[in-house]
């Protein structure tokens, strides 16, 4: 075979030279790529040719274009060395630019600081969990899944915080459940299997809210078994969980996953005990057998779950109406609990909780009794010298039925860090008979807020006022009286305005309410602004001072000020606000955590209209109705 003939040339160009070293197959532009990869890779520093580094008019030629390698071959291939063609004169007018050591420039957005995504994220939180916000918890998360989808930067912003705060409120949608041919849960196993399968978004989980579907209507006892247990498995993924909100089934002394999930979480800080009859003794009533009480197993396995709770620091203790939990349960349970600083104990009765369980109470700084007929006032008057509880901070008394004046005046006295006091029953507390007190009767240097709601009117309101008019609590900021019929309290008070909401007047049903029980004393919110509003206009029908303006004896002008209720200097604020924004009540109560008739039952509730604006339609931002679900806080209670 023949070797090929060479073609002989004059002159050789550098478009030669490049074809000789890349073979037959020349192609400019692809040798051009290459030649840039290559000088690219060489250099030390890398150097951005966007407009963002470079005005236009000093930007230096790219390696790709056609006015570069038309300089570039002119040089050595033009004939005549006289003529500039106008692909070489732009080369050569131009200055060289000498390129300088630089890093690509970052997006904007990389450079921010962490507290930047944090400020953003809280306040988009703030937003879609404000009580008038028409958004709900699944338009909240599926607005930070968005965030995380424009950046890497966003989305190592947003992962902790999607994951951080998991709320799950609602039925599922038909759709999933027709996709995954499940009944109940789907959501949840959903969760459970992200959470398994990426165990590093498990550790982010701080707080779990799942639905508390089992008191609707076709909820099988078999199927809220099952469904506990699928909530076990997820809290069994999430090993820094500390705490679940939105669903407590009654403990019934038996076995089940739940709890022992939650009693191997050792970051647990708050937990809420519901309290329910003893599954052991409703069988045996049944079957018409002699009830034994508690057995020792029983009390023995309640009292391990608290054994790895190291980190609790809030505790509530709820019965229901034939809750058991006996007098030493109490104590072992205490002393279990080394963190324990928040305790809520309500409804039970005197065999379970009396005045020696007091004097068990470990040191703590917010203690809440409620409904407890073993409570005396001898015990409460013993509490207060309690050397563990001087430094309590909140002292909530509800329902306790104080008799004596003196067991209040007590505990102010004893408790010297008391910030918060909150007196709640039904009969006024009163001085003994024949007995003899100066002013003021009870005071106290440190507080700040009382809630006194006394539903019978008696000489407690008095006393209460006369011990503010004498100067014994100085500290006092706010005070809260529902049951401030005569408005001997609202008159210590700033005087304020206007204290009825705008939304009293739309309230048909409270106002029939009242009207029906004119005669009675009641104690809901509206109640009391509605009066508390009267006073204000009543005060004002009053001429309280009169200006008279007089010159050489003469009279010029006249003025009339009316009056008003309250006492000018005071810097006491009159509040008739709730705990809970929207409701009736002044006190939030254990019934406001376990009311799930309003997630099951939805009326007016969200499907999305919050993104109803997106480009893409409905299909996108719509969803099933859930109810708008706002976490009760359990700092609330204190």
Not at 33 to 54: C, E, I, M
Not at 206 to 213: I, S, Y
Request: net charge positive; glycine share 6%; hydrophobic share 35%.
């Amino acid at each position: 075979m023949e070797r090929p003939q060479l073609k002989q040339r004059d002159s050789l160009g550098p478009s030669d030279a490049i074809q000789n070293r890349a073979g037959r197959n020349y192609d400019p532009a692809i040798v051009a790529l290459q030649f840039q990869r290559d000088s690219l890779a060489s250099s030390k520093s890398s150097v951005s040719w966007s407009t963002f580094d470079f005005p236009p008019e000093s930007r230096p030629p790219s390696l790709l274009s056609d006015t570069s390698y038309g300089s570039n071959a002119s040089t050595f291939s033009n004939p005549n060395p006289n003529k500039i063609s106008l692909s070489s004169r732009s080369s050569v007018a131009t200055p060289k630019v000498q390129s300088r050591p630089m890093s690509p420039v970052p997006p904007i957005l990389k450079r921010l600081p962490q507290e930047i995504y944090d400020c953003v994220l809280q306040q988009l939180r703030v937003v879609h969990s404000d009580p008038l916000s028409p958004s709900c918890a699944t338009c909240y998360l599926r607005d930070l899944y968005s965030l995380a989808l424009t950046s890497r930067s966003w989305d190592r912003a947003v992962r902790a915080q999607l994951y951080d705060t998991i709320w799950i409120v609602g039925h599922d949608s038909h759709a999933q459940q027709k996709k995954y041919k499940v009944k109940h849960g789907v959501r949840l196993k959903l969760l459970r299997r992200t959470l398994r399968e990426r165990r590093v978004l498990g550790q982010y989980v701080r707080e779990l809210k799942v639905p508390d579907l089992q008191r609707r209507d076709g909820f099988a006892s078999r199927e809220g078994s099952e469904y506990i247990d699928l909530v076990a498995s997820v809290v069994m993924a999430c090993p820094n969980l500390e705490r679940l909100v939105g669903f407590y089934p009654a403990y019934e002394h038996q076995f089940d996953r739940l709890r022992h999930a939650l009693s191997t979480r050792r970051k647990l800080k708050e937990h809420v005990w519901i309290v329910g009859d003893n599954a052991g003794q409703k069988e045996k009533s049944r079957k018409q057998l002699p009830s034994s009480g508690l057995q020792h197993e029983q009390g023995v396995a309640f009292l391990q779950y608290h054994d790895m709770w190291d980190s609790l620091r809030t505790l509530v203790l709820h019965s229901l109406s034939v809750g058991v939990l006996p007098h030493e349960l109490f104590v072992g349970a205490f002393r279990r609990l080394p963190s324990l600083r928040h305790l809520c104990v309500s409804n039970f009765s005197a065999d379970h909780f009396n005045d020696l369980t007091l004097q068990a109470l470990p040191a703590l700084h917010s203690l809440r009794l409620q409904d407890l007929h073993g409570v005396t006032d001898d015990g409460l008057m013993r509490l207060a010298s309690i050397s563990s509880l001087h430094h309590l901070r909140c002292l909530s008394l509800i329902n306790l039925e104080i008799m004596s004046l003196p067991v209040i005046s007590r505990l102010f006295w004893n408790l010297p860090d008391l910030l918060r006091f909150t007196l709640v029953q039904e009969s006024s507390p009163e001085l003994p008979v024949g007995g003899f007190a100066m002013q003021p009767i009870i005071a106290s240097s440190s507080v700040e807020y009382i809630h006194w709601d006394i539903l019978v009117p008696g000489s407690g309101n008095d006393s209460l006022a006369k011990s503010i008019l004498a100067g014994g609590f100085p500290n006092l900021r706010k005070l809260r009286a529902p049951s401030d019929h005569e408005g001997v309290l609202q008159s210590v008070c700033i005087p304020r305005a206007q204290i009825a909401l705008a939304s009293d007047k739309y309230s048909v049903a409270q106002r029939q309410a009242v009207l029906s029980n004119k005669n009675r004393y009641m104690r809901n919110l509206f109640t009391a602004r509605k009066a508390a509003q009267e006073r204000i206009e009543e005060a004002r029908t009053y001429v309280q001072f009169r200006i008279i303006v007089d010159e050489d004896g003469i009279l010029q002008e006249e003025y009339d000020i009316n009056g008003f209720l309250g006492m000018i200097g005071s810097r006491i604020v009159y509040s008739l606000a709730p705990d809970l924004p929207g409701s009736d009540n002044a006190v939030i109560d254990v019934f406001d955590l376990l009311d799930s008739g309003k997630e099951a039952h939805i009326k007016d509730g969200c499907t999305g209209m919050w993104n109803n604006h997106h480009p893409v339609g409905k299909k996108w931002w719509s969803h099933t109705e859930r109810y708008r679900y706002r976490s009760a806080n359990l700092q609330k209670f204190f």
